[in-house]
């Protein structure tokens, strides 16, 4: 066996890479596990094409890398509407049935909450570590995934700002980033389900100690700030972190697999035809704790 048969190609700004020369459906070698964490902490975006795994395949793999995050009450399926096991994050626009959500439909709704910057579970205490998305069919066009790389969002930062940042705290929740899009009528269980979690708003990643901006549309609110100038504010780090030279823009092709960790980037999804299935299935690996001390409820 090779000492390691991963190898990486840089693709688009720093941010991402290709993999070359790994088949997901065997067991990896600790040679692999180990040249892929370093790939993603170099990049934070790594591509593997032509990976023709089922869900089976693709928990193993997530598992060989840490442990899986459940996605439990995170969406607004009912657990009878689920297509596929917790252990997946379903992002499709598919129901039980297979069948596309309807135009109209409070799910669909809901998770076009999506094609906002984000950072996958940013509204959980124990926010997510690295996301694996695996694409089963695309759409005719569009759909791209847009990465956007937080270090170098926060190395554009000027010094005053950089200084203000070091330690705010900010509060996520699915309630904000939805009510951006006009998406407002949560019942009183969704309300409690999805109250504001405490984040930091600077990380320092354990490996390379580069730091980076964790910002997300759930950040509704700085701690000890008035709402309004804390999303101005807000709203100002996103755009110096979305600039495009810090953007890489995955066009999916069936079999791509495509891993980022949420700790050093942001991602959206983009518009499709809103009738054509995109069957999008997520493994998450969890994160290794909270970033900043929560109130008591
Ligand atoms: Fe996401």
């Known amino acids: 066996m090779p000492v390691m048969s991963v190898t990486t190609r840089q693709v688009g700004p720093c941010i991402a890479a290709e993999v070359e020369g790994i088949d997901l459906t065997r067991p990896l070698s600790p040679e692999d596990v180990a040249a892929i964490h370093a790939g993603m902490d170099r990049y934070a975006v790594l591509v593997f ?23 439990i009450g995170t969406g607004l399926r009912d657990e009878q509407g689920y297509r596929l096991p917790t252990t997946f994050a379903d992002v499709s626009n598919l ?53 956007a790389d937080m270090r170098a969002g926060y190395n ?24 951006q ?33 964790y910002l997300a549309s759930h950040a509704g609110g700085i701690v000890g700030w008035p709402v309004p100038e804390a999303r101005a504010f807000l709203r100002d780090l996103v755009e110096i972190a979305t600039q495009r030279q810090f953007v890489y823009s995955h066009q999916w092709r069936v079999g791509d697999l495509v ?12 518009t499709f035809p809103a009738h054509e299935p995109r069957d999008v299935r997520r493994t998450t690996l969890a994160g290794d704790g909270p970033t900043a001390a929560q109130v008591a409820a």
């Open 95 to 147: 129901d039980k049935d297979n069948q596309v959500f309807a135009r109209d439909s409070r799910t669909r709704l809901f998770s076009l909450g999506n094609r906002l910057w984000h950072s996958d579970s940013s509204f959980k205490v124990v926010p997510a570590k690295y996301s694996l998305l695996h694409a089963r069919s695309v759409p005719s066009k569009g759909g791209n995934t847009e990465f």
């Open 181 to 213: 899009l006009g998406f407002t009528d949560f019942t009183p269980e969704e309300i409690e389900r999805f109250k504001p979690v405490r984040q930091c708003l600077v990380r320092t990643h354990p490996v390379h100690k580069r730091k980076s901006l």
């Open 49 to 71: 094409h032509d990976q023709k795994i089922d869900d089976e395949q693709q928990l193993a793999f997530t598992r060989s890398l840490g442990e899986i995050e459940h996605a």
């Open 259 to 270: 891993m980022w960790d949420n700790r050093q980037t942001m991602h959206r999804a983009r």
């Open 156 to 179: 554009a930062l000027d010094d005053e700002t950089r200084a203000l940042v070091q330690d705010l705290i900010c509060e996520h929740s699915q309630i904000f980033s939805r009510q």
